[in-house]
C-alpha cells in the first residue's frame, strides 16, 4: 500500500491566518481524501480531491474556507483559511490503495500521521 | 448512501474479559467494512477489513469481526482484553468499487472508547 508523508505535523496559528498542510505520497494515486477530526470525535470528511479536476466538498465544507490543490497524482494541500479557534482539529488526508489486477484483498485506504492545528 | 452506526460511545471491560464492540452498516450494495484504532495521540491504525471474501476475518492484535449480512453487522471481538486494548475504535464503510463506477468515500462510525481495567 501507498505510504505518505503529511506535514506539518502540528502548528499553533493566531485567527484570522490561513495553513496549508501538505500530503506527499510514494506512488500515483487517483483520489485523496481530507479529513478533520474534531478534539473527540470521529473523521469527518472534508473533500474528495481528483487530479485534474476541482474537489468535490462534503456537505457543511466550502471552498472557499478549505481549498484544495492536486496538482499531480502524488501531492495533494489543503487550506484552511481564515481560521477561528473552531477549526482547531487534527487534519488527516488518506488516499484509497486499490491493488493491480491479481494482487488480491490489497484494497483499502491509507492515511497520513495528521495535522493538529490550534488556532489561538 | 452508506453510514455505519457503532452501538456505545464508551465500553469498559476487565482485563481478561471478552471485548465486543458494535458496528451496524447501511448500504444498498455490497459494502467493505473496516475496523480502524487510535491510540492516544497517535494516527490510524487498521485492524482488519471485510472485501466480500470470507465473512470471518482475523486481524492483528488478536482481534476479528464477522460480516453477517443478514443482521447488516460487522461486530468486532477479542476473546481476551489486554491493557494495551485501550484506545478509540472505529468501523468505516466503503462502497465496492465493483458497484461504484465512480470514487469511493470512506465514512467512519462515531467511534467507541474502550477502557480496560485490572
Known amino acids: 500500500s501507498a505510504v505518505i508523508s503529511q506535514k506539518p505535523s502540528r502548528d499553533i496559528c493566531q485567527r484570522g491566518t490561513s495553513l496549508t498542510i501538505q500530503c506527499q505520497v510514494d506512488?500515483?494515486?487517483?483520489?485523496m481524501f481530507w479529513y478533520r477530526q474534531q478534539p473527540g470525535q470521529s473523521l469527518t470528511l472534508i473533500a474528495t480531491?481528483?487530479?485534474?479536476?476541482?474537489?468535490?466538498?462534503e456537505s457543511g465544507f466550502v471552498i472557499d474556507k478549505f481549498p484544495i490543490s492536486r496538482p499531480n497524482l502524488t501531492f495533494s494541500t489543503l487550506t484552511v483559511s481564515n481560521m477561528s479557534p473552531e477549526d482547531s482539529s487534527i487534519y488527516l488526508c488518506?488516499?484509497?490503495?486499490?491493488?493491480?489486477?491479481?494482487?488480491?484483498?490489497?484494497?483499502?485506504?491509507?492515511f497520513g500521521s495528521g495535522t493538529r492545528l490550534t488556532v489561538v | 448512501a452508506q453510514s455505519v452506526t457503532q452501538l456505545g460511545s464508551h465500553v469498559s471491560v476487565s482485563e481478561g474479559a471478552l471485548v465486543l464492540l458494535r458496528c451496524n452498516y447501511s448500504?444498498?450494495?455490497?459494502?467493505?467494512l473496516f475496523w480502524y484504532v487510535q491510540y492516544p495521540n497517535q494516527g490510524l491504525q487498521l485492524l482488519l477489513k471485510?472485501?466480500?471474501?470470507?465473512?470471518l476475518v482475523k486481524g492483528i492484535n488478536g482481534f476479528e469481526a464477522e460480516f453477517k449480512k443478514s443482521e447488516t453487522s460487522f461486530h468486532l471481538t477479542k476473546p481476551s482484553a489486554h491493557m494495551s486494548d485501550a484506545a478509540e475504535y472505529f468501523c468505516?464503510?466503503?462502497?465496492?468499487?465493483?458497484?461504484?463506477?465512480?470514487?469511493?468515500?470512506?465514512?467512519f462510525g462515531a467511534g467507541t472508547r474502550l477502557a480496560v481495567h485490572p
Open positions: 488518506s488516499v484509497e490503495w486499490i491493488p493491480a489486477s491479481g494482487q488480491g484483498s490489497g484494497y483499502g485506504y491509507t
Open positions: 506512488s500515483q494515486v487517483t483520489m
Open positions: 480531491a481528483n487530479q485534474g479536476s476541482e474537489a468535490t466538498y
Open positions: 448500504s444498498s450494495v455490497p459494502p467493505y
Open positions: 471485510y472485501t466480500s471474501a470470507a465473512t
Open positions: 468505516a464503510v466503503s462502497l465496492s468499487s465493483f458497484f461504484s463506477g465512480g470514487y469511493n468515500k470512506l465514512i
